[in-house]
């Protein structure tokens, strides 16, 4: 009789438990959210660097930033993402390939921009079809559009370097 009611309460509690947890919602975890926030502060401070000299091989904001080093210093400053240092390496790595319809801001955006049909330039997607670039010697960085008919003509590709969104 014990025995009975003993696998009769084992049963029944793993009936309950079971409904219980098929009516559960997944919560977004922690780090994801994290993740979002540290995106934000990326495409924050880069707004705030706006104006900030273009210079070549530079790696501050006391020196200024190629467009390469400018991504670099983003990524590792506001959301500790370590990120290859050359456009070059950042096109190549293995991070996934976003298609143009499916940009989110804090996505890199590359473009073949040096004649010779090679990736020569990275840039941040802010979102509404803008991005954030130091462009070349002599400019400051600034936004563009993609719509532009330079850089949407030079547009290739983009890569996903975090895992918000």
Request: net charge positive; glycine share 12%.
């Given at each position: 009789m014990f025995r009975s009611?003993?696998?009769l309460v084992i049963v029944s509690l793993s009936f309950a438990i079971s409904s219980a947890s098929a009516s559960l919602q997944p919560r977004p975890t922690f780090s994801a959210s994290v993740q979002e926030a540290a995106i934000d502060d990326v495409v924050d401070r880069a707004h705030e660097l706006l104006g900030t000299p273009y210079k070549w091989g530079g790696s501050s904001v006391q020196q200024g930033f190629d467009c390469s080093s400018f991504l670099v210093y983003l990524f590792k400053t506001e959301a500790n993402i370590q990120i290859p240092r050359t456009t070059a390496a950042m096109?190549?790595?293995?991070?996934p390939t976003i298609k143009r319809n499916a940009l989110k801001p804090g996505d890199a955006v590359f473009f073949?921009?040096?004649?010779?049909?090679?990736?020569s330039h990275v840039g941040l997607y802010i979102g509404q079809g803008k991005f954030i670039h130091s462009p070349r010697t002599g400019k400051n960085i600034r936004i563009d559009s993609l719509s532009n008919s330079y850089w949407n003509k030079h547009y290739t590709t983009a890569k996903r370097f975090h895992t918000a969104g």
């Open positions: 009611l003993c696998c096109h190549r790595s293995t991070a073949k921009a040096n004649g010779r049909g090679q990736v």
